[in-house]
């Protein structure tokens, strides 16, 4: 079946710094990468996503890159907020495998 | 206002004593689905259903049961609840499938004792 890995599983920046998280695949069907963020004690949200005619997305301060030929998509936010902490999910489409989580700390 | 809703939000219960987690949504989704979260191994898909009437198994089906009769409400369903089911369960719906955006609901945290 599909294999979904993200990396880092943490990540600690300061406040202002970019963060990137990877996100690796298997299925080469896949055509549909979102990226959603689960706050503590919440729901997960989708906050960007892209499909696999389009190379790069950007919304604000996040952005969402994708390489079909090396099967990883990766999530860029940049001037990290502390509103940005979160654990974020990468969750390939085709069949929907959440991978276990990046936990993005922002400091002050 | 767009939305799934879950009930209850919290429950706790006893070993083998049947319990129902109701799921509805008001934005004319053909797709829902059901997800146990447990620290550590991330979401992880219980059941989902196409549309009206048509359900599947997802990762971890065993010990869990779902009806899909209206397209708005997709009930999850544990017959004989064990204490390796306590999590906290997300539904979610999206317009039609796993191509597009999931809404989750506010999930719903069941300890069984």
């Known amino acids: 079946g599909e294999n979904v890995e993200q990396h880092p599983s943490t990540l600690s920046v300061q406040e202002g710094d970019s963060a990137v998280i990877k996100c690796t695949y298997s299925d080469s069907a896949s055509n549909y990468f979102p990226w959603y963020k689960q706050e503590l004690g919440k729901r997960p949200q989708l906050i960007i996503d892209?499909?696999?005619?389009?190379g790069e997305k950007k919304d604000q301060r996040i952005a969402v890159t994708l390489n079909k030929t090396a099967k990883h998509f990766s999530l860029h936010i940049t001037e990290t907020q502390p509103e940005d902490s979160a654990v974020y999910f990468c969750?390939?489409?085709?069949?929907?495998?959440f991978g276990q989580g990046t936990e993005l700390s922002v400091k002050p | 206002e767009a939305q799934v809703t879950q009930n209850p939000r919290y429950l706790i219960t006893v070993t083998g004593k049947k319990l129902t987690v109701t799921c509805s949504q008001n934005?004319?989704?053909?797709?829902m689905s059901w997800y146990r979260q447990d620290p550590g191994l991330g979401l992880r898909q219980i059941y989902y259903s196409m549309n009206v009437e048509v359900t599947d198994k997802g990762d971890v089906p065993e010990g869990y049961k779902v009806s899909r009769k209206e397209k708005r409400n997709f009930p999850l369903i544990l017959e004989s609840p064990s204490p390796n089911q306590t999590s906290l369960y997300f539904c979610?719906?999206?317009?039609?499938?796993?191509?597009?955006?999931?809404?989750f609901g506010p999930g719903t945290r069941l300890t069984v004792t």
């Open positions: 892209i499909r696999s005619n389009v």
């Open positions: 979610a719906s999206s317009y039609r499938g796993l191509s597009y955006e999931q809404y």
């Open positions: 969750a390939p489409g085709g069949k929907l495998i």
């Open positions: 934005m004319n989704h053909e797709y």
